[in-house]
């Protein structure tokens, strides 16, 4: 057993680190979060403890920090990536592996920032790691983030239903992913326990589609009546009607330019409010965070 005492504002800091991703990537808006919670989920559900289940929870959000370093012109591209491109979009486990490593409490992010590409058959990367050599947290965030690629807008497609992710998810049970998370994650699926995070960017705040982009605009958990929101791709300013359900947003046919991304405090405050002050974790924790470094 190791014991890894948390200290709240490092937390915060290296939290907030995982907030700059949102800000450089309209179509991220609230994909750190659903990951996060289908990763909980699945944590919960497999019976880790609620030790191991935050820290899951934690370093899922961090887990595409590493995309900082791909440019905006890949990033963003409508059209299917070159080889050459897509070996670049490849580098981002690495490179969020080497901005977490210095971290003070980069030790409990590290695993699944650089392993959750991985495959469960070893045809992922960055290292091709197969099975077990792939730790329990990684293989959770690999599903977790794979559900909420297929099943959320990309700038080159929409996304697709859930029923046809939870098809494709089933398909690829042991070759992409761990057929026993796949099973549970399935069955989480059916029993309507994922439908809370589905196409959400916050607890009960539905993502909301611009007539122009696509469903990318966050209203924020923190949203304060007679504040506007804006599409992170166009700008465009949408009113919101909370008394309309789902707080639904209409363009008020201007667009702001002098709009910045703003940080999804709420989500830093949550993850910090429940977190534990000293983490017990199983001794092996450390070896897929620092061993195999
Ligand atoms: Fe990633």
Redesign the pocket.
Known sequence: MEIIPVNIPLLKSMLSLATVIEAKDPYTGGHTWRVSRYARLLAEDIGLTPDEVFVVHFSSLM??I??VSIPDPILNKEGKLTSVEYDIVKK??ETGWSLVREHPLGVLALDIVRS??ERYDGLGYPRGLAGNQISLFARIASIA?AFDAMTSARPYRLGMPAETAYQLIAQDSGKQFDPILVDTFLDLGRRGELDHILGHSSEERLLHTCAACGPIIVVPANWKSGEQVICPKCLGNYDVHPDRGDFEVVWDKSINHTWVPQPDTATVNEVTYYAPRDLRLPSNFLQYNVSLA
């Open positions: 887990h595409d590493g995309k981002h486990p959750h590409h983030d």
